[in-house]
């Protein structure tokens, strides 16, 4: 293919891209994000609408999760997990599928956040098959909220939440409190920022501190989000030499 030629179609892919793309990134973005980055924020999908999500982490670990908003305010998904799924060696399967509820009740105004009230069972990492949960603990009941502002570089989010697993194998089962923020790089960029206090897991055999994590998001098109992770920057997981770094997929469609 001629050169000129290639170079064109990347620029129109681009120049489209920049006028249409408003999915769950950017200040155009059609749809809400859902999650800070591994915990959940006050974002929910729109009645009748549903969402395709993907996570590809280290060792080949792959997570899937379908969501669907029954209700105004009121979204219900299943998510699963397998280590190995992409690489060598053995696939080893989440053992139950993990639900995920989230009920907002309170929509956001111009004095007050976004507060949800939900449960998920779904963690982050390695499923580890003996204590039967995933590396990084699911939120179990959680309580969110999300307010958003503007200001000269676009749109920022700010969130908190607190949360109380039921997950097996954690230090001690008390309530954890994360928070975060999300800036938007123009009209289909945005950039992520998290900490997870990780409370139940100060001197555990896997976890020794707090969770920073990171990621960068494109809306590519009107329905598709891709993500860009860099998580654990502290190097609180045990068995990571460096930080983590997984590439997230998410579409959202309507019936």
Known sequence: MNKYLLLSFFYMFFCFNSIFSQASAGSKARFESRFVIDMPNAGVLPKENYSLNSLVQPNGTTLFDI????FTN???GISYSANNLIGTGNIDFQKYPSLNLKYRLFDE???IPALV???SNQGRGDFIKNLNRSQIIS???YFAASKNYKWYIGFIALHAGINYSFD???D???VNAYFGLEQSLGSQFAVALEYNGNFNE??????NGGLLNSAFRWSVSSNVTIELQLKDLLKSQKSNQDYIRAFGFEYIGRF
Do not use: E
């Open 139 to 141: 939120p179990g009941l």
């Open 168 to 170: 097996n194998g954690i």
């Open 117 to 119: 009230l939900g449960f």
């Open 67 to 70: 969501s669907y908003a029954l």
């Open 202 to 207: 100060k001197t555990s055999n896997i976890s």
């Open 172 to 174: 001690s089962k008390i």
């Open 109 to 111: 105004t111009l004095t």
């Open 74 to 76: 009121f979204n219900v």
